[in-house]
């Protein structure tokens, strides 16, 4: 038996959990095959399979990682990020400015035009991503309050979570793997996150109050200077100014990476200032709020399926889209305007670890049901198909 493997074009993007289970299986099986044909090729050393398995887990959840490291390194040694490196004006100005400039400069404003193609849909998943998951997390954070299960601040943390806009890449690339239609998901990702500048801190001040520690006219004027002027004037680079264009077209493939590393700086920043003033959860704390929100993301991914099922049956490209449009909730956007809001608020570390437990949760559920997700995608449409030719 050849060890050659036939190669197989998979599109870089699309990559999550099922994929890795896939290549684990063919990594346990292969040398089973190999022993029976060859005595020679032996499987792989023991410490070599678990450093794989290690880059593995790594490459699937990347940012969770980095993230996770910088956050044990702040918890190591709080005043650097707290004090020393100038957060107040390089995390909460500088790396946020940074990245919604290149935001401005990457989104396709001409896909707007094809928000009136499917308007009910649209609306549907706007309406429930921000709406529905927002008010049933709201519901149900509140309740786990009330029992003395979380505390307030990793309880406000959920609800700021379930208020954020949709991702991008990631719907994208999960509806993509699903046999979803690519067009809706571009669309409604980019115009959630456009509407969310504004929506966003309006239902998070709405759910939790307007606190002492909170302004609502500071809030959206350092909002608009460092959100929304910053995505104005990307715009005017990316469609009126040749130099730009042209830098946006060569460069566009980093822009991800650049953003990544603003992010995670900021993040850092987050939790040197939360360790230095004190966190008011305890490690129990955080482990129940973990499993709370998978109980909630499978929650809503279940009501959003079930109402897509009713509301478009006989559209099954757009069901796929919508299970993930309607329940995913974006890292890129949320860590900023945590950090914009709840800048002086020492619990603003507790507000942003329910978002950095959701972003990668939803990729891991996504990866899961996406296979099943497509082959029932396939089977409704050959349904309606078959339905069609025989009227």
Not at 20 to 31: D, I, Q, V
Not at 36 to 50: E, G, Q, V, Y
Not at 99 to 114: H, P, Q, S
Not at 211 to 232: A, D, S, Y
């Amino acid at each position: 038996m050849s060890n050659e493997r036939t190669p197989i074009n998979i599109n870089t993007s699309v990559v999550g959990v099922s994929v890795h289970a896939l290549h684990s299986l063919e990594n346990n099986l292969n040398p089973v095959q190999e022993n029976a044909a060859s005595d020679n090729n032996a499987s792989p050393p023991l410490h070599k399979r678990i450093w794989s398995k290690c880059q593995s887990i790594y490459g699937t959840h990347s940012f969770l990682s980095k993230a996770l490291i910088l956050i044990l390194i702040a918890f190591a040694y709080p005043p650097l990020g707290a004090t020393y490196l100038a957060p107040q004006i390089t995390a909460t100005w500088i790396a946020v400015i940074f990245i919604f400039v290149l935001a401005g400069m990457g989104i396709k404003t001409e896909e707007f035009a094809k928000a009136f193609q499917r308007l009910p849909f649209n609306l549907f998943v706007q309406l429930f991503n921000f709406g529905v998951v927002s008010s049933i997390v709201f519901g149900f954070s509140r309740l786990m309050v009330s029992v003395n299960a979380l505390t307030q601040s990793l309880a406000d943390g959920m609800t700021i979570c379930a208020s954020l806009p949709i991702t991008i890449n990631m719907v994208l690339v999960l509806t993509k793997s699903a046999g979803g239609d690519e067009a809706s998901a571009i669309f409604n990702a980019a115009f959630g996150n456009l509407v969310g500048i504004f929506l966003s801190p309006a239902l998070i001040l709405g759910y939790l109050g307007v606190t002492g520690e909170v302004n609502m006219g500071q809030v959206f004027f350092k909002l608009g200077l460092r959100v929304v002027l910053p995505i104005f004037i990307g715009q005017i680079l990316q469609h009126f100014v040749p130099p730009a264009k042209e830098f946006v077209k060569q460069y566009k493939k980093y822009f991800k990476t650049a953003q990544e590393c603003c992010l995670l700086f900021i993040i850092y920043t987050v939790f040197c200032k939360t360790f230095l003033q004190g966190m008011e959860a305890g490690v129990g704390q955080i482990f129940l709020m973990i499993a709370l929100q998978f109980f909630m993301l499978c929650v809503v991914m279940v009501l959003a399926w079930t109402c897509l099922r009713v509301l478009f049956r006989n559209e099954p490209k757009l069901q796929a889209m919508g299970l993930f449009g309607c329940t995913h909730k974006t890292v890129a956007m949320g860590v900023p305007l945590i950090n914009a809001i709840y800048e002086s608020n020492p619990m603003v570390g507790l507000y942003t670890l329910p978002l950095l437990i959701w972003h990668p949760m939803q990729l891991v559920i996504g990866s899961f049901v996406a296979p099943y997700v497509a082959a029932y995608v396939k089977r409704r449409e050959e349904e309606i198909s078959s339905a069609l030719q025989e009227e």
